[in-house]
């Protein structure tokens, strides 16, 4: 008999477990690389890590445009996006943003590019181009903007001796101490018979480490573990997956699932302060609250945007 469960998740983010098999079924999946045999739950372990970084970033597409010439009209659209981090200093028990900053973007198809007038002391944007006209392509090319500068920061981090946890797919595969943090489960990654481990994880624990793509060109070690142990949730709520670069050695990757899955229980968010609770991290609401910030009120950015264009096309200035 199946069970019907309604979660604080708020709706516009879509569920936190909705599956797409051919996610998955496009990577091979190896679930031997750290247990040969019967899985059973790993509880994690905290080493003491003395800073982490929570490095995440968000977009606003800011307006539409339309380069028009005598070939006819291109599109484009104009984009705000902000990246940044929380390092959480465990040591001195404080934490503080890092690197937080925005930048501008205004992408166009058809391999054209124009420059746009600034509208402001902080709006200006850069302009960029994409070979088509295909409006998901703008976008694509906009967020991986994003992403570029995420992974980015996240390396830098990394390097200056942060554990980073990067909010999303990893998106830097090099043998450095970051993880990509996965809210939401779209990949049906797991066979029949080590699925059901998933559920029968407590808070605090996670399942053995598993290869995801190791015969492509994005090769990762991953695993699922649970921030919380929450009444009427069903088997899934409240877990998350982790994944790290498959160019670390995997007793170096289980070690970071282990701290992990110590470590983020902690900074897990509560449902009666925030809809995406317990997998919205709090560091990572709290940088996107900034971030959104920073990026500015949308109308006023709009409106400067357009006077700007229009002050331009008087002054009968072209591109």
């Not at 003395?50 to 970033?57: E, Y």
């Not at 205004?106 to 746009?116: L, S």
């Not at 830098?156 to 797919?169: I, K, M």
Request: glycine letters at 10%; one cysteine or more; a negative charge.
């Amino acid at each position: 008999m199946a069970k019907l469960y309604v979660e604080g998740w708020a709706p516009e983010y879509g569920s936190a477990y909705e599956t797409d098999a051919a996610l998955a079924d496009a990577e091979k999946v190896d679930e031997s690389v750290e247990v040969d045999g019967g899985w059973e739950p790993i509880p994690g372990q905290d080493d003491g890590v003395d800073v982490v970084a929570f490095v995440d970033g968000v977009r606003r597409i800011d307006a539409r445009l339309t380069l028009d010439d005598v070939e006819g009209p291109t599109p484009g659209i104009c984009g705000s996006y902000g990246v940044g981090a929380v390092c959480w200093n465990r040591a001195a028990g404080k934490s503080e943003f890092d690197s937080a900053h925005v930048e501008r973007l205004a992408v166009f198809g058809n391999g054209r590019a124009a420059p746009i007038p600034v509208a402001g002391p902080t709006i200006a944007y850069r302009s960029e181009s994409v070979p088509d006209s295909d409006p998901g392509m703008l976008i694509q090319h906009f967020h991986g903007a994003m992403r570029k500068a995420e992974a980015v920061l996240s390396e830098r981090l990394a390097q200056q001796g942060s554990f980073v946890v990067a909010d999303g797919p990893i998106n830097d595969l090099s043998a450095t101490d970051k993880i990509g943090y996965i809210k939401s489960h779209r990949a049906p990654y797991l066979s029949p018979t080590n699925q059901p481990v998933v559920g029968r994880l407590k808070a605090g624990q996670r399942t053995p480490l598993f290869l995801i793509g190791g015969n492509g060109r994005y090769p990762r070690y991953s695993w699922y573990q649970r921030l919380a142990d929450l009444a009427g949730g069903h088997s899934w709520t409240g877990v998350v997956r982790g994944e790290v670069s498959a160019h670390l050695d995997v007793m170096r990757a289980g070690r970071m699932a282990d701290r992990a899955t110590a470590v983020l229980p902690i900074v897990a968010s509560e449902g009666h302060i925030d809809p995406r609770a317990p997998q919205n991290l709090v560091p990572i609401a709290a940088l996107e609250r900034e971030l959104r910030r920073r990026l500015g009120d949308p109308g006023f950015v709009y409106r400067a945007l357009r006077t700007a264009v229009m002050r331009s096309l008087e002054a009968g200035v072209t591109t």
